[in-house]
């Protein structure tokens, strides 16, 4: 029989230990910042009909499908993986409406899938950290200002480097591509999309290819790319380009509330850049990204953005607008790094050493004394030697052993890892330095 | 174009957001109980080639195998999704076994994915909490009490009906089995394992299909499969059926010490039940199952067992022991009978209420004070009537209202939705009851 594969998948990324402690922190972090706004968990299956997955054009998203391995007929079940989760918690606003209560607010924390070519940053299966709210048939332009200082505040939140929000509105881009006569919007927010892959030189051959554009208009949309700036300069710079169209005022003057009501935040926190577009089609308003500080190439770690037009149920249209952060990416990017780690590498505070076989109910019974109180312990599995117990402990850095009492010892005694000291101590009123009761994140600096 | 389907799927449950609340209180307690046995935290991909899936013969977990849409040549992945999460847990220790520290306790709450025809309390993609620890080369027999002793302290800490734990002992099968001179083990542990699907005749023909049993062996396995209790008269019982093997002699004892270990927990919590099987190939001792209160014909919400050959590296065992909580089975179960629900619908304590455009800034800074202050609380977005804005919160079960200063209001106002009484409040120390600051899990009597 062959050797199974036991080795790393490229593209599916897989924590040691005290990572997958590092990565529950941050998403507790984020689940509690979501939650003292007062949005509710949802999550939504894994599986969405292919029709749902395709219907918004997200054609570069590289959905996986699933076939059962004893299908008959080697027949497609019809389902795919969902590649982001916007598009299902939109269909199951759609599909669960009467049960829910409109403008309705969720988050959702969910592995999403892309078949994509793995590279640095870039997963094909990881996390996103959702927030969203859908109105029915109305959701006021103040949700993009809440959502933006949302973002914000998860941001601050976490132990991780600064992370610059850069705003645009894709009303702006449109009504400015239609000012300049350009019929074909979708394509050319498609080619400006990549102005950071490959540069200004190939956008501007992309644009003009085969005539599609004129040199003017190529250069017209390199001008309004080239926006950047967190004043309200930035509205007038766009304006000084002298084009006029009703889509373009619209998203200016959403533009200009979200950059009014964010500029007592310090600087650079919240920024307009002309030259974002996002990749997917359903964005019809505001849409954000935000980067890293020292991980400005590796592309946006979180996302999101307006989509009036997503989802609907007869004459009801069901208005939305969200944020995600890209909770695997920026995990994948500090922990090569080694700038976030955990204080150690199990929850447990306090490990019971056990002396003899006989003794081996002492050991427990002391174990669950402990735990009734909320100090999380262990108890050795074989009476080895004090010094191999030790070593056990702090190979996963548990801070406290503790020797029962039994034989020669007369009382119960504890020692501190970290001091070497060692006391008497009775299990129903010993507690840990607070400090050390739980494990930490620890954020190394650089 | 066709309409995109937005139904429901059979066999891919998903929550109400207040039911979501249910499982995530569900969850955070059962991860809190592994913590405090010391258990650390991870998780593995989704995804495992299909040599990893098919290993172990799990031919009828009905796999679900992975193709690119895109992919140029309808060619598969290669790869599958998980079906239970032990046997990606076995490949993970060995890949990373540099990195750990044995025995290794984890914990793993995720989603698994089984292609089987649905049917009520079976889904084609679930949740399963579990608990393993595996060693190297050696895992002491008392990891099989510490098990029983976890699974039971995590169920009682669950707001769920009464679960009575199973336990048998595949040794006890095999070693009488063979004692019967029955060569095939394998086949006749599957066909025994459908005895509650197919019951005493069903499993008496196959058994004796083809001449391979005689009557007499396969009576001897129902006899076995008959003898159930949580005292130690169950040992001797099977003594007294008269046969011998040293397997079943060893398995005896491994099963005699959980039950004396276990004597002391009220009647019916660990009980012996021997024709407990398990479908999974992958057991060589003690297997588990529980069966809810109420709820004894829809199968087992949670199970394990001990596999002492499931992973190796080169010459070194990696046996290993663990349980897994059926989460998605249990609320499925209890959800229908409207059994367990949220206080409310939203994590939110207080929704400021929004006089007017004029003032939103005023209310907006009310609710970071609160939130500030641990306050779940969210911003009406628009200036409707009173009525119609606390209209919103009665309908998510918020609370409280607040009425921010302004206009008439000399001072901010906030009223008890529960009692309609309504009163002056500083948002810099008003507190709510405490009893509803956070939403809580209730169990309706039944």
């Known amino acids: 029989m062959a050797k199974p594969s036991t080795g790393p998948l490229t593209g599916f990324?897989?924590?040691?230990?005290?990572?997958?402690?590092?990565?529950?922190?941050?998403?507790?972090?984020?689940?509690?910042?979501?939650?003292?706004?007062?949005?509710?968990?949802?999550?939504?299956?894994?599986?969405?009909?292919?029709?749902i997955l395709t219907k918004k054009g997200a054609t570069d998203k590289e959905i996986?499908?699933?076939?059962?391995?004893?299908?008959?007929?080697?027949?497609?079940?019809?389902?795919?993986?969902?590649?982001?989760?916007?598009?299902?918690?939109?269909?199951?606003?759609?599909?669960?409406?009467?049960?829910?209560?409109?403008?309705?607010?969720?988050?959702?924390?969910?592995?999403?899938?892309?078949?994509?070519?793995?590279?640095?940053?870039?997963?094909?299966?990881?996390?996103?950290?959702?927030?969203?709210?859908?109105?029915m048939n109305n959701l006021p332009v103040w949700?993009?200002?809440?959502?933006?200082?949302?973002?914000?505040?998860?941001?601050?939140?976490?132990?991780?480097?600064?992370?610059?929000?850069?705003?645009?509105?894709?009303?702006?881009?449109?009504?400015?591509?239609?000012?300049?006569?350009?019929?074909?919007?979708p394509r050319t927010l498609r080619i400006m999309d990549k102005i950071d892959k490959i540069g200004t030189?190939?956008?501007?051959?992309?644009?003009?290819?085969?005539?599609?554009?004129?040199?003017?208009?190529?250069?017209?949309?390199l001008d309004l790319a080239n926006i950047s700036g967190s004043g309200l300069d930035v509205l007038s710079r766009i304006e000084a380009l002298g084009y006029t169209h009703p889509l373009l005022q619209e998203g200016l003057s959403e533009l200009e509330l979200i950059l009014r009501e964010t500029a007592s935040l310090p600087a650079g926190q919240v920024v307009a850049n002309l030259r974002i577009a996002r990749g997917l089609d359903y964005y019809t308003g505001t849409v954000y990204e935000g980067v890293m500080?020292?991980?400005?190439?590796?592309?946006?770690?979180?996302?999101?953005?307006?989509?009036?037009?997503?989802?609907s149920v007869g004459k009801d249209k069901l208005p939305g607008i969200g944020v995600s952060i890209g909770l695997s990416r920026i995990l994948g990017l500090l922990f090569k790094q080694g700038a976030l780690t955990s204080s150690r590498k199990s929850p447990a505070c306090v490990l019971v050493a056990l002396a003899t076989e006989e003794t081996r109910s002492e050991a427990r019974a002391v174990a669950a004394t402990l735990?009734?109180?909320?100090?999380?312990?262990?108890?050795?599995?074989?009476?080895?030697?004090?010094?191999?117990?030790?070593?056990?402990?702090d190979a996963k850095g548990i801070p406290y052993v503790w020797f029962p009492a039994g034989g020669e010892r007369a009382e119960h005694e504890v020692r501190d890892l970290?001091?070497?000291?060692?006391a008497g101590a009775d299990p129903t009123t010993w507690a840990p330095d607070e400090s050390v009761l739980r494990p930490v994140i620890v954020r190394a600096e650089s």
Chains 1, 2 share one sequence.
């Not at 299902?88 to 409109?102: I, K, M």
């Not at 941001?155 to 509105?169: E, F, G, R, T, Y």
């Not at 894709?170 to 074909?184: C, M, P, Q, V």
């Open 201 to 221: 030189k190939g956008v501007l051959a992309e644009l003009s290819a085969d005539g599609t554009l004129t040199d003017a208009q190529a250069a017209g949309c």
């Open 13 to 51: 990324p897989e924590w040691l230990p005290h990572q997958r402690m590092v990565e529950q922190d941050l998403t507790d972090r984020i689940r509690r910042r979501y939650e003292l706004h007062g949005y509710v968990p949802v999550e939504t299956r894994s599986v969405e009909p292919l029709d």
């Open 293 to 311: 500080s020292g991980f400005e190439k590796l592309g946006s770690v979180c996302s999101g953005g307006r989509y009036d037009n997503l989802a």
């Open 371 to 393: 735990r009734a109180r909320g100090i999380a312990t262990e108890v050795f599995d074989r009476p080895l030697k004090w010094g191999d117990q030790i070593k056990y402990a």
């Open 143 to 185: 949700w993009d200002v809440e959502m933006t200082m949302l973002m914000r505040e998860v941001l601050d939140d976490l132990p991780i480097p600064a992370v610059a929000i850069q705003v645009n509105n894709r009303k702006i881009l449109e009504g400015f591509y239609r000012a300049l006569g350009i019929a074909d919007y």
């Open 418 to 422: 970290r001091s070497r000291a060692q």
């Open 64 to 135: 996986y499908v699933l076939r059962r391995l004893h299908a008959e007929d080697d027949a497609d079940s019809g389902l795919g993986l969902h590649f982001d989760l916007t598009v299902p918690f939109a269909r199951y606003v759609a599909q669960h409406r009467a049960d829910l209560t409109f403008p309705f607010k969720r988050y959702q924390i969910q592995r999403v899938w892309r078949g994509e070519r793995p590279q640095e940053g870039r997963y094909r299966e990881f996390y996103q950290c959702d927030a969203d709210v859908i109105g």
